[in-house]
């Protein structure tokens, strides 16, 4: 039977990491085991420039965060070694972890979740192949763009055509 005070510790960790589980937009678990303290250093430090929380995990603590937070179906993904990366954005921190699992053998993306309801895998992979906040914004002004252009070459002719067809 653990102490009162490690009793009350723990409880401190699931309260902590269920709140953290509900504020946030998106979530990857990942299985870090096997990479070097560089690597690992290098990615922290990408995801920490991005806004996205990264910690590793306890298994049982976050199976009991989980539930608190209403995130079911993770109890499978949840064993052997586990980081979680947080974050208040749809894919910053998909896309960072998806690179660095492509670049890393060793690190695997195990699951997610993403507005309260959990995501595979292949869902982790599909949002960090998806373009971030600034290129789709950038994109669409680009579209935008394109569509103003045209319209107004389009008047710019109109106007053009009436000064040639009205004599002088």
């Known amino acids: 039977m653990p102490s009162k005070q490690v009793l009350e510790s723990k409880q401190k960790i699931v309260a902590d990491l269920t709140e953290q589980l509900k504020n946030a937009t998106t979530g990857v678990f990942v299985d870090y085991s096997g990479i070097n303290v560089a690597d690992d250093t290098a990615l922290r430090k990408k995801l920490r420039e991005a806004g996205v929380k990264y910690s590793v995990v306890k298994n049982t603590l976050t199976r009991f965060a989980a539930k608190e937070a209403g995130l079911e179906g993770l109890d499978e993904i949840l064993n052997g070694t586990t980081a979680l990366a ?83």
Do not use: W
């Open 86 to 168: 947080v974050s208040d954005d749809h894919v910053s921190a998909a896309k960072i972890i998806g690179e660095f699992a492509e670049k890393n053998d060793n690190f695997k993306i195990k699951g997610g979740f993403m507005e309260g309801k959990t995501i595979s895998i292949a869902e982790v992979e599909k949002l960090s192949k998806m373009p971030d906040k600034e290129q789709l914004l950038c994109m669409l002004l680009y579209a935008l763009n394109g569509n103003i252009s045209g319209l107004a070459r389009a008047l710019q002719a109109v106007a053009d055509s009436k000064n040639e067809a009205t004599p002088a």
